[in-house]
């Protein structure tokens, strides 16, 4: 009987729970056996192995976080830990390992898979910003997230008449910043891929202030800057007081939307029958809709690039 192990890596994401799910009542469905490999790189050097069987994913589709636990392993980047990794993984009898995670993990599991192990990438990560993909899992939940945080904000900005600043994740990528900022209805959003200058904020800010707009929403994305340094600028500029939220851990927590809980079943489903087509290095994506695999190599630490449009759409919006 085949043994396929699963574990999940890197930051967490909302979804991860639905993808292991898709894995293992997917993998049962067709007679393997499935290993839960707990603490991601970590756990596989560890052995930290548990057998997951239908019942182990019960009550999980619902849930943020990861049941696996998730770290990250500086061991595993070196050959050795990895030569390791492998070891273990044969010991145990694994013949596939489907990882869940981030860019850093698909790099990971490309090491393991030239060294002959079938891997297979279910890409999931609240920033988006994995190449070949137009979603990863998590995503549409940090962006709710963040929509209805600024919401509140919202009411409070418009009842006293100020500018609040408000900092979401996205380490070097601008999507969640993009996205909420159009959907929160932001004055300006600030990302890593378009620059905006302070003088360009201020501006757009007196703009607004000449024709009766007594508040503002400004996004910012962590990779784009502080927002507290943003604020600093147009307390000079404008006299005005911004209020600063940065809504940190908040985005990567919380019970995983309805779309990602279908991205997570689609993409581990997939994951698991290109298992069972004997393929391996390869990580599973969507586009336009349809969910199909790429090779790790041409993906592995490439940019997504943010569509320019969005922020385009937005500026118009928000005249
Ligand atoms: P994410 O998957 O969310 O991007 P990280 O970048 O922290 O998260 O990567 C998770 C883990 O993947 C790291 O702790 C490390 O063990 C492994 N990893 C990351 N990059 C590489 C690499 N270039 N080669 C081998 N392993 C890597
Ligand atoms: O999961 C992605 C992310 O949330 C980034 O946006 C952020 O920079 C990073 O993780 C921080 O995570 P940690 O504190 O776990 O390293």
């Known amino acids: 009987m085949t043994k396929i192990g699963v574990l999940t890596s890197g930051g967490d994401a909302p979804g991860m729970n639905a993808a292991i799910r898709a894995v293992v009542r997917t993998?049962?469905?067709?007679?393997?056996?499935?290993?839960?490999?707990?603490?991601?790189?970590?756990?596989?050097?560890?052995?930290?192995?548990?057998?997951?069987?239908?019942?182990?994913?019960?009550?999980?589709?619902?849930?943020?976080?990861?049941?696996?636990?998730?770290?990250?392993?500086?061991?595993?980047?070196?050959?050795?830990?990895?030569?390791?990794?492998?070891?273990?993984?044969?010991?145990?009898?694994?013949?596939?390992?489907?990882?869940?995670?981030?860019?850093?993990?698909?790099?990971?599991?490309?090491?393991l898979w030239q060294r002959g192990v079938p891997t297979i990438v279910v890409p999931a990560t609240i920033d988006n910003d994995m190449a070949g993909t137009e979603l990863t899992i998590g995503f549409d939940t940090a962006v709710n997230t963040a929509v209805s945080a600024i919401d509140r904000i919202r009411d409070t900005a418009t009842s006293h008449e100020r500018t609040y600043i408000i900092e979401v994740m996205g380490r070097l990528a601008g999507h969640i910043a993009a996205a909420a900022g159009l959907a929160a209805g932001a004055e300006s959003i600030v990302v890593p891929e378009a620059r905006v200058s302070n003088r360009e904020i201020c501006e757009r800010l007196e703009r607004g202030f000449r024709r009766g707009k007594r508040h503002s929403i400004i996004v910012v994305s962590e990779g784009a800057g502080s927002g507290y340094?943003?604020?600093?600028?147009?307390?000079?500029?404008?006299?005005?007081?911004?209020?600063?939220?940065?809504?940190?851990?908040?985005?990567?927590?919380?019970?995983?939307?309805?779309?990602?809980?279908?991205?997570?079943?689609?993409?581990?489903?997939?994951?698991?029958?290109?298992?069972?087509?004997?393929?391996?290095?390869?990580?599973?994506?969507?586009?336009?809709?349809?969910?199909?695999?790429?090779?790790?190599?041409?993906v592995a630490g490439r940019p997504h690039a943010l569509e320019p449009d969005l922020l385009q759409l937005s500026q118009i919006l928000s005249i």
């Not at 790189?41 to 239908?54: C, K, N, R, S, V």
């Not at 695999?293 to 041409?298: A, D, F, I, R, V």
């Open 27 to 111: 993998a049962i469905y067709n007679g393997y056996q499935v290993v839960g490999i707990r603490r991601g790189y970590a756990g596989l050097l560890g052995g930290e192995f548990i057998p997951l069987e239908l019942g182990s994913v019960a009550d999980i589709i619902h849930r943020g976080g990861t049941i696996l636990r998730t770290a990250r392993s500086d061991e595993f980047r070196s050959p050795a830990g990895q030569a390791r990794a492998q070891q273990n993984l044969g010991d145990a009898g694994i013949t596939g390992l489907i990882v869940i995670g981030g860019d850093g993990s698909l790099q990971g599991a490309e090491a």
């Open 229 to 298: 340094e943003i604020s600093e600028y147009i307390r000079a500029c404008t006299g005005q007081e911004p209020r600063v939220t940065v809504l940190g851990y908040i985005q990567r927590g919380g019970s995983p939307t309805a779309n990602d809980r279908i991205l997570a079943s689609r993409m581990g489903y997939f994951a698991v029958e290109l298992l069972r087509q004997s393929r391996g290095g390869l990580m599973v994506g969507i586009q336009k809709g349809k969910i199909l695999s790429l090779p790790m190599s041409e």
